[in-house]
């Protein structure tokens, strides 16, 4: 048998190879539908980590992305530097902010600590994005334009080479998923599960809560941070609308939703909050049956979030994707188990 890591790492090359091309053709709306997703998809990402396996709440994740992009987007824009070097310096900015916000996880948790980061978003929404004081930092009311960039010489601008930055981003989403699950595996992940299920326990086997708590908050912030950065490169742009807190809201509902203890759920999580959407925009109007006229608006989607969360709380406790892997682990247990059975004396 071949060892986990390699399978995974296979499992990640063939959901390369099949997601890659799934854009192909489309316009280029959706195109940039199927790139946010990804961004989206490191957002929740990142809670799968911070949440997920180590048991803490944050509603900034929103905050640390959009820091990572406006970090980006003044790299290239203002100092002039390469759009690689902006991608680093955006998630080193992510990386520091969060090691910050976690710094009152060290004594605060559940509900406490939830509104703890929920303000911290509001004051980066509020008065960070917006502010004038910050126009060094966020490029004033237009923000930075990214029109042309490249990456180690490839062009993966917006304009003409959206399917390009769709690609690169792909690939580092199932580089990403992989480590993680990788990490989840490791001495590291059985520590962070252990901060999950008893700080007390954990603390008296021997785990380290300060080091764990703080190292979650980075790593969960840079893995935000890295889907942020590449917001400018998408888009041409950069403003705080992306980033404001209701999104934040939004990724921990979307991943709660979607099973916030399983990486893949990261993937439907981003592509249920960029398409959906995008959908209803385009299609939520009209007539049916030459009669009625019917309007559905972006807030539907928001309600429809709401709707769907109290359904799964109660009808799939464990998310879409819990619910899901637990049906197929169950139904390759009785598969294997069926020859037994029939060879089995009567």
């Known amino acids: 048998m071949m060892p986990g890591h390699i399978v995974r790492f296979a499992i990640a090359i063939v959901a390369f190879a099949i997601l890659a091309r799934l854009p192909v053709g489309l316009d280029p709306a959706l195109q940039f539908d199927a790139a946010l997703a990804i961004i989206w998809g490191f957002g929740i990402l990142s809670l799968v980590l911070l949440t997920g396996y180590a048991g803490q709440v944050s509603l900034c994740q929103a905050t640390f992305a ?27 900015a992510a990386t520091v902010l969060g090691v910050i916000v976690g710094l009152p996880a060290l004594r605060l948790h559940g509900i406490t600590l939830a509104i703890v980061t929920l303000g911290i978003a509001l004051v980066f929404d509020k008065y960070v994005f917006q502010d004038h004081i910050f126009d060094w930092f966020t490029g004033g009311t237009g923000g930075w334009q990214v029109t042309q960039a490249s990456l180690l010489g490839i ?36 520590r962070f599960r252990a901060i999950r299920d008893s700080e007390l326990a954990a603390s008296t086997m021997g785990v380290n809560l300060t080091r764990y708590k703080l190292l979650a908050f980075a790593i969960s912030a840079g893995i935000a941070g890295l889907g942020g950065s590449f917001y400018p490169l998408i888009a041409g742009s950069v403003s705080p609308q992306p980033f404001w807190v209701f999104t934040s809201l939004q990724l921990a509902a979307v991943g709660v939703l979607m099973g916030v203890r399983y990486v893949p759920a990261a993937a439907l999580g981003g592509l249920f909050m960029a398409v959906v959407p995008d959908v209803l925009t ?65």
């Open 66 to 92: 959009g820091v990572a992009a406006y970090g980006a987007g003044m790299t290239v824009a203002s100092m002039h530097g390469g759009y690689l070097l902006g991608i680093v310096i955006g998630v080193l």
């Open 155 to 190: 062009p993966v601008d917006s304009s003409t080479h959206l399917l390009t930055a769709y690609d690169v981003m792909l690939a580092l989403f199932c580089l990403v998923a992989v480590l993680m699950v990788n990490l989840h595996q490791s001495g590291a992940g059985r």
């Open 282 to 346: 385009r299609y939520g109007h009209g007539t049916f049956m030459n009669r009625f006229n019917y309007e559905i608006s972006y807030d539907w989607f928001q309600l429809a979030v709401g709707v769907l969360l109290v359904l799964q709380l109660i009808l799939l406790p464990d998310g879409v994707w819990g619910d899901i892997r637990g049906k197929a682990l169950r139904a390759w247990d009785l598969v294997h188990m069926k020859p037994r059975e029939e060879v089995r004396p009567a």
